[in-house]
């Protein structure tokens, strides 16, 4: 099945270090998504993101809706050992009532003291 | 406000047998998805529905199937299991169009 392109695949930073990922698309999206999900759960939503150039925060954690509908990022800043997880870009496409999510492969973040 | 809940949390069957899994959504929520996580393929879409009636299908072989109740409530039936079946299974839930989907905490399927 189709899987989004998603850098890096896994980094460990030090605690208090900043973090940048992204995730890009051959296709367009109404609506980019980001998830985090830890071992054994469901992924948990972060963020989400409606309009072409669109930047939200939601604490630490800013991501940015790409102007080509192809692309986005997540930064989070002065990270902290419960940011470990993987992390995940999704892209949504709504067609009337239908919508479907395509996700992308995952960003493992490890955090050291 | 409830979250997503799915049943059960861990399942074990045996190759060639079929398994049930269950979702109730978001109260007030209408549309219901699945998909599919393994280490291998990743999260992989599997079909949605929305108002009892399935409006979205991916790529999944006939085995796999679902239904929605009029309470929304979803369940997804997965016939003559294989070990490559196996899996978690998560089941997201959305308001309306144009809305963030939201997750349960999954069902582990092991097949052996």
């Known amino acids: 099945g189709q899987q989004l392109n998603q850098s890096p695949q896994s980094m460990f930073i030090q605690e208090g270090e900043d973090v940048s990922m992204n995730c890009t698309s051959s296709s367009i999206f109404n609506t980019w998504l980001w998830y985090k999900q830890d071992p054994g759960e469901g992924p948990v939503l972060l963020i989400a993101l409606y309009k072409a150039g669109e930047l939200t925060s939601n604490g630490r954690l800013t991501a940015q809706f790409g102007i080509t509908r192809k692309d986005s990022f997540l930064n989070i800043s002065a990270s902290i050992p419960s940011d470990v997880g993987i992390y995940f870009c999704a892209g949504q496409r709504n067609t009337g009532t239908a919508s479907k999510l395509t996700f992308g492969t995952g960003t493992r973040l490890q955090v050291t003291l | 406000k409830a979250g997503v809940t799915q049943t059960p949390r861990y399942l074990i069957k045996t190759r060639g047998q079929q398994v049930t899994l269950s979702c109730s959504p978001i109260?007030?929520?209408?549309?219901v998805s699945w998909y599919q996580q393994t280490p291998g393929q990743g999260l992989q879409f599997l079909f949605e529905?929305?108002?009892?009636?399935?409006?979205n299908k991916g790529n999944f072989p006939g085995r796999f199937s679902g239904r929605q109740f009029s309470n929304s409530r979803s369940e997804m039936n997965v016939s003559t299991l294989e070990l490559g079946d196996s899996a978690l299974y998560l089941c997201?839930?959305?308001?309306?169009?144009?809305?963030?989907?939201?997750f349960g905490q999954g069902t582990r399927l092991t097949v052996v």
């Open positions: 529905y929305f108002s009892e009636t399935q409006r």
């Open positions: 997201a839930s959305r308001g309306g169009s144009n809305t963030e989907a939201f």
């Open positions: 109260s007030g929520h209408r549309s």
